[in-house]
Protein backbone atom coordinates (compact mmCIF):
# COMPACT_ATOMS: atom_id res chain seq x y z
CA UNK A 1 0.00 0.00 0.00
CA UNK A 2 1.17 3.73 -0.76
CA UNK A 3 -0.78 5.01 2.10
CA UNK A 4 -2.90 2.60 5.35
CA UNK A 5 -5.47 5.67 5.44
CA UNK A 6 -6.78 7.96 2.63
CA UNK A 7 -8.89 11.33 3.79
CA UNK A 8 -10.85 12.99 1.35
CA UNK A 9 -11.29 16.32 2.13
CA UNK A 10 -9.59 18.27 4.32
CA UNK A 11 -12.08 20.60 6.24
CA UNK A 12 -12.78 19.92 10.13
CA UNK A 13 -13.49 16.38 9.88
CA UNK A 14 -10.62 16.01 7.98
CA UNK A 15 -7.98 17.73 9.93
CA UNK A 16 -8.89 16.09 13.52
CA UNK A 17 -9.44 12.41 11.66
CA UNK A 18 -5.63 13.22 10.45
CA UNK A 19 -4.29 13.85 13.66
CA UNK A 20 -6.02 10.84 15.21
CA UNK A 21 -4.80 8.60 12.52
CA UNK A 22 -1.58 9.39 12.94
CA UNK A 23 -0.98 9.18 16.28
CA UNK A 24 -2.75 5.75 15.96
CA UNK A 25 0.54 4.95 14.26
CA UNK A 26 -1.45 4.77 10.75
CA UNK A 27 0.49 6.64 7.48
CA UNK A 28 -2.09 8.87 5.89
CA UNK A 29 -2.39 11.06 2.72
CA UNK A 30 -5.52 13.71 3.05
CA UNK A 31 -7.03 14.95 -0.34
CA UNK A 32 -8.77 18.22 -0.69
CA UNK A 33 -9.48 19.42 -4.24
CA UNK A 34 -8.99 23.17 -2.67
CA UNK A 35 -6.81 24.92 -0.06
CA UNK A 36 -8.89 22.81 2.63
CA UNK A 37 -11.07 24.53 5.34
CA UNK A 38 -14.20 23.65 3.61
CA UNK A 39 -17.42 26.25 4.55
CA UNK A 40 -15.84 27.23 7.77
CA UNK A 41 -13.43 29.42 5.64
CA UNK A 42 -16.62 31.72 4.51
CA UNK A 43 -17.80 31.67 8.64
CA UNK A 44 -17.36 35.55 9.54
CA UNK A 45 -16.43 34.67 13.15
CA UNK A 46 -16.55 31.76 15.59
CA UNK A 47 -17.72 32.30 18.68
CA UNK A 48 -18.85 28.61 19.79
CA UNK A 49 -15.97 26.70 19.30
CA UNK A 50 -14.14 25.74 22.31
CA UNK A 51 -11.00 27.86 23.31
CA UNK A 52 -11.28 30.72 21.46
CA UNK A 53 -13.84 33.65 22.62
CA UNK A 54 -13.47 34.75 18.86
CA UNK A 55 -12.05 33.84 15.24
CA UNK A 56 -12.00 34.04 11.88
CA UNK A 57 -13.03 31.37 9.94
CA UNK A 58 -10.11 31.76 7.67
CA UNK A 59 -7.82 31.84 10.92
CA UNK A 60 -9.32 29.18 12.54
CA UNK A 61 -9.01 27.28 9.17
CA UNK A 62 -4.89 28.36 9.29
CA UNK A 63 -4.37 27.04 13.02
CA UNK A 64 -6.09 23.75 12.13
CA UNK A 65 -4.09 22.91 8.98
CA UNK A 66 -0.59 24.19 10.37
CA UNK A 67 -1.76 21.01 13.28
CA UNK A 68 -2.59 18.68 11.22
CA UNK A 69 -0.12 18.94 8.44
CA UNK A 70 2.71 18.14 11.21
CA UNK A 71 1.06 14.58 10.93
CA UNK A 72 -0.40 13.49 7.64
CA UNK A 73 0.53 14.01 3.92
CA UNK A 74 -1.17 16.51 2.76
CA UNK A 75 -2.50 16.89 -1.13
CA UNK A 76 -3.87 19.94 -1.44
CA UNK A 77 -5.46 21.00 -5.13
CA UNK A 78 -5.72 17.68 -5.60
CA UNK A 79 -9.47 16.16 -6.89
CA UNK A 80 -10.35 12.52 -6.33
CA UNK A 81 -11.74 11.71 -9.50
CA UNK A 82 -12.75 7.75 -8.15
CA UNK A 83 -12.19 5.48 -5.64
CA UNK A 84 -12.52 1.83 -6.19
CA UNK A 85 -12.55 -1.32 -4.44
CA UNK A 86 -9.51 -3.74 -4.67
CA UNK A 87 -8.23 -6.76 -3.31
CA UNK A 88 -6.30 -4.82 -0.47
CA UNK A 89 -8.04 -2.19 0.39
CA UNK A 90 -9.00 0.75 -2.30
CA UNK A 91 -7.47 2.57 -5.09
CA UNK A 92 -7.67 6.27 -5.19
CA UNK A 93 -7.45 8.02 -8.35
CA UNK A 94 -6.77 11.84 -8.48
CA UNK A 95 -6.19 14.10 -11.71
CA UNK A 96 -2.48 13.46 -10.68
CA UNK A 97 -1.92 9.96 -9.78
CA UNK A 98 -3.28 6.41 -7.87
CA UNK A 99 -2.96 5.77 -4.77
CA UNK A 100 -3.39 2.11 -2.85
CA UNK A 101 -4.83 2.77 1.02
CA UNK A 102 -6.67 0.13 2.77
CA UNK A 103 -9.30 2.11 3.99
CA UNK A 104 -11.31 5.62 3.43
CA UNK A 105 -12.39 8.13 5.61
CA UNK A 106 -14.80 10.51 3.60
CA UNK A 107 -15.00 14.15 4.67
CA UNK A 108 -16.31 15.77 1.69
CA UNK A 109 -18.89 17.88 3.35
CA UNK A 110 -21.50 19.49 2.02
CA UNK A 111 -22.26 22.71 -0.12
CA UNK A 112 -24.92 25.75 0.37
CA UNK A 113 -27.38 26.08 -1.77
CA UNK A 114 -27.20 29.56 -3.11
CA UNK A 115 -29.59 32.18 -3.78
CA UNK A 116 -27.79 33.12 -7.20
CA UNK A 117 -28.96 36.87 -7.41
CA UNK A 118 -26.65 39.72 -7.79
CA UNK A 119 -24.41 40.90 -4.49
CA UNK A 120 -24.31 37.21 -2.86
CA UNK A 121 -21.07 36.16 -3.09
CA UNK A 122 -19.81 39.84 -2.88
CA UNK A 123 -21.16 40.27 0.19
CA UNK A 124 -20.31 36.78 2.18
CA UNK A 125 -19.00 37.34 5.35
CA UNK A 126 -20.13 41.14 4.84
CA UNK A 127 -24.00 40.45 5.86
CA UNK A 128 -24.45 37.07 4.08
CA UNK A 129 -24.44 34.39 5.86
CA UNK A 130 -25.90 30.76 5.83
CA UNK A 131 -25.62 29.60 9.25
CA UNK A 132 -27.52 31.52 11.72
CA UNK A 133 -26.44 29.27 14.76
CA UNK A 134 -22.67 30.38 13.43
CA UNK A 135 -23.37 34.42 12.46
CA UNK A 136 -26.86 34.89 14.22
CA UNK A 137 -24.94 36.69 17.44
CA UNK A 138 -23.04 39.70 15.42
CA UNK A 139 -26.34 40.75 14.43
CA UNK A 140 -28.23 41.94 17.75
CA UNK A 141 -30.07 44.82 16.97
CA UNK A 142 -30.05 44.75 14.16
CA UNK A 143 -32.88 44.08 10.87
CA UNK A 144 -32.40 40.91 9.10
CA UNK A 145 -34.16 38.37 6.79
CA UNK A 146 -34.06 35.33 6.14
CA UNK A 147 -34.33 33.74 2.78
CA UNK A 148 -36.51 30.33 2.58
CA UNK A 149 -39.77 28.74 3.55
CA UNK A 150 -38.71 25.19 5.29
CA UNK A 151 -38.42 23.59 9.14
CA UNK A 152 -34.46 25.41 8.91
CA UNK A 153 -35.51 28.98 7.58
CA UNK A 154 -38.42 29.16 10.12
CA UNK A 155 -36.54 27.96 13.00
CA UNK A 156 -33.81 30.43 12.20
CA UNK A 157 -36.02 33.29 12.23
CA UNK A 158 -37.23 32.48 15.74
CA UNK A 159 -33.48 31.82 16.82
CA UNK A 160 -32.48 35.47 15.08
CA UNK A 161 -35.75 36.88 17.28
CA UNK A 162 -34.51 35.30 20.23
CA UNK A 163 -31.25 36.51 20.03
CA UNK A 164 -32.09 40.09 19.70
CA UNK A 165 -32.58 41.21 16.23
CA UNK A 166 -34.50 44.02 15.97
CA UNK A 167 -36.49 42.69 12.91
CA UNK A 168 -36.41 39.38 11.00
CA UNK A 169 -38.62 39.11 7.76
CA UNK A 170 -38.58 35.87 6.16
CA UNK A 171 -39.25 35.90 2.45
CA UNK A 172 -40.59 33.12 0.51
CA UNK A 173 -41.13 32.74 -3.16
CA UNK A 174 -44.43 30.39 -2.62
CA UNK A 175 -47.83 31.07 -0.96
CA UNK A 176 -47.10 29.10 2.04
CA UNK A 177 -44.42 27.73 3.92
CA UNK A 178 -43.23 23.82 3.27
CA UNK A 179 -42.46 23.80 7.31
CA UNK A 180 -44.02 22.81 10.01
CA UNK A 181 -47.50 24.60 11.56
CA UNK A 182 -46.02 25.02 14.98
CA UNK A 183 -42.51 26.84 13.52
CA UNK A 184 -44.79 29.07 11.59
CA UNK A 185 -47.02 30.03 14.37
CA UNK A 186 -44.10 30.06 16.95
CA UNK A 187 -42.61 32.56 14.33
CA UNK A 188 -45.73 35.14 13.80
CA UNK A 189 -45.90 35.03 17.63
CA UNK A 190 -42.61 36.17 18.53
CA UNK A 191 -43.13 38.71 15.94
CA UNK A 192 -41.11 37.63 12.56
CA UNK A 193 -42.98 39.32 9.30
CA UNK A 194 -43.17 37.05 6.68
CA UNK A 195 -42.85 38.16 2.98
CA UNK A 196 -45.04 35.12 0.97
CA UNK A 197 -44.97 35.17 -3.04
CA UNK A 198 -41.60 36.93 -2.96
CA UNK A 199 -37.98 36.66 -4.33
CA UNK A 200 -34.82 38.32 -3.24
CA UNK A 201 -33.97 39.70 -6.49
CA UNK A 202 -30.44 41.93 -5.77
CA UNK A 203 -28.70 42.23 -2.27
CA UNK A 204 -27.49 45.97 -1.75
CA UNK A 205 -24.66 47.43 -0.13
CA UNK A 206 -21.19 48.97 0.15
CA UNK A 207 -19.12 48.06 2.53
CA UNK A 208 -21.56 45.77 3.91
CA UNK A 209 -25.25 44.76 3.42
CA UNK A 210 -27.80 47.34 3.52
CA UNK A 211 -30.83 46.35 1.66
CA UNK A 212 -32.20 43.73 -0.68
CA UNK A 213 -34.62 43.69 -3.45
CA UNK A 214 -37.69 42.05 -3.82
CA UNK A 215 -40.17 41.01 -6.41
CA UNK A 216 -43.88 39.70 -5.86
CA UNK A 217 -44.62 37.22 -7.79
CA UNK A 218 -48.69 38.10 -7.33
CA UNK A 219 -48.67 41.62 -7.82
CA UNK A 220 -45.54 42.14 -10.23
CA UNK A 221 -43.92 45.11 -7.78
CA UNK A 222 -40.34 45.56 -6.56
CA UNK A 223 -40.15 47.02 -3.67
CA UNK A 224 -36.70 47.80 -1.25
CA UNK A 225 -36.20 46.11 2.13
CA UNK A 226 -33.54 48.01 4.67
CA UNK A 227 -31.44 45.30 6.34
CA UNK A 228 -27.98 44.95 7.72
CA UNK A 229 -27.83 40.56 7.36
CA UNK A 230 -28.86 38.28 5.03
CA UNK A 231 -29.23 34.76 5.97
CA UNK A 232 -29.73 32.20 2.98
CA UNK A 233 -31.66 29.44 4.01
CA UNK A 234 -32.73 27.45 0.92
CA UNK A 235 -30.91 24.32 1.82
CA UNK A 236 -26.94 22.29 1.32
CA UNK A 237 -26.14 19.60 -0.80
CA UNK A 238 -23.99 17.01 0.19
CA UNK A 239 -20.99 16.39 -1.70
CA UNK A 240 -21.97 12.48 -1.98
CA UNK A 241 -20.58 11.76 -5.44
CA UNK A 242 -17.68 9.45 -4.20
CA UNK A 243 -20.57 8.07 -1.58
CA UNK A 244 -22.17 7.04 -4.77
CA UNK A 245 -19.70 5.58 -6.78
CA UNK A 246 -18.78 3.41 -3.81
CA UNK A 247 -22.79 3.13 -3.83
CA UNK A 248 -22.69 3.76 -0.21
CA UNK A 249 -26.26 3.96 1.64
CA UNK A 250 -27.69 6.99 1.93
CA UNK A 251 -30.61 9.06 3.83
CA UNK A 252 -33.39 10.67 1.40
CA UNK A 253 -31.94 13.79 1.59
CA UNK A 254 -28.05 12.09 0.25
CA UNK A 255 -26.09 12.19 3.47
CA UNK A 256 -24.06 9.22 4.34
CA UNK A 257 -25.44 6.66 6.74
CA UNK A 258 -22.90 5.43 9.55
CA UNK A 259 -23.30 4.14 12.62
CA UNK A 260 -22.07 5.44 15.94
CA UNK A 261 -17.92 4.31 14.74
CA UNK A 262 -18.80 6.12 11.62
CA UNK A 263 -18.88 2.76 9.92
CA UNK A 264 -20.37 3.47 6.22
CA UNK A 265 -22.26 0.37 4.48
CA UNK A 266 -19.07 -0.61 2.94
CA UNK A 267 -16.39 -2.10 4.51
CA UNK A 268 -13.62 0.06 5.45
CA UNK A 269 -15.02 3.12 4.27
CA UNK A 270 -15.66 5.63 7.08
CA UNK A 271 -17.39 9.53 7.37
CA UNK A 272 -17.33 12.19 8.97
CA UNK A 273 -18.70 15.73 9.10
CA UNK A 274 -21.28 18.10 7.49
CA UNK A 275 -21.66 15.07 5.22
CA UNK A 276 -23.11 12.53 7.53
CA UNK A 277 -25.59 14.82 8.37
CA UNK A 278 -26.95 15.92 12.40
CA UNK A 279 -25.65 19.24 13.17
CA UNK A 280 -23.24 20.95 11.18
CA UNK A 281 -21.07 22.67 13.70
CA UNK A 282 -17.09 22.86 13.83
CA UNK A 283 -17.17 21.11 16.99
CA UNK A 284 -19.19 17.83 15.81
CA UNK A 285 -17.21 17.73 12.79
CA UNK A 286 -13.87 17.52 14.30
CA UNK A 287 -15.86 14.79 17.30
CA UNK A 288 -17.03 12.46 13.97
CA UNK A 289 -13.38 12.52 12.51
CA UNK A 290 -11.56 11.53 15.46
CA UNK A 291 -13.79 8.70 16.21
CA UNK A 292 -13.55 7.66 12.02
CA UNK A 293 -9.82 7.47 12.40
CA UNK A 294 -9.99 5.64 15.59
CA UNK A 295 -12.55 3.06 14.06
CA UNK A 296 -10.68 2.62 10.80
CA UNK A 297 -7.95 0.92 13.09
CA UNK A 298 -10.47 -2.02 13.00
CA UNK A 299 -9.79 -3.06 9.11
CA UNK A 300 -6.04 -1.86 9.29
CA UNK A 301 -4.59 -4.62 12.02
CA UNK A 302 -3.95 -1.47 14.80
CA UNK A 303 -5.38 -1.09 18.11
CA UNK A 304 -6.38 1.66 20.71
CA UNK A 305 -6.97 1.71 24.08
CA UNK A 306 -10.30 3.27 24.28
Known amino acids: MDYELAIIGAGPA ?5 IYAKRSGISTIVFDRGGGGGLLQVAPNIENYVGFDSILGMDLVEKMKQHATKYADFHFYEEVKDVESASTGFLITTGKASYQVGAVILCTGTEHKKLDVPGESEFI ?29 LIESIFLKQLGCKEVHVVHRR ?16 GVHFHFNTLVEEIKGKDRVTSVNLFNLQTSTRSTLPVEGVFASVGVLPQNEIAR ?32 GGLRQVVTACAKGAVAALSSTEVLGKKYPY
Open 14 to 18: GFSAA
Open 125 to 153: GKGVSYCATCDGFFFKGKRVVVVGGGNTA
Open 175 to 190: EQFRAEKVYEEEAREK
Open 245 to 276: TLQLKTDDNGYIIVDSEQRTSLRGVYAAGDIT
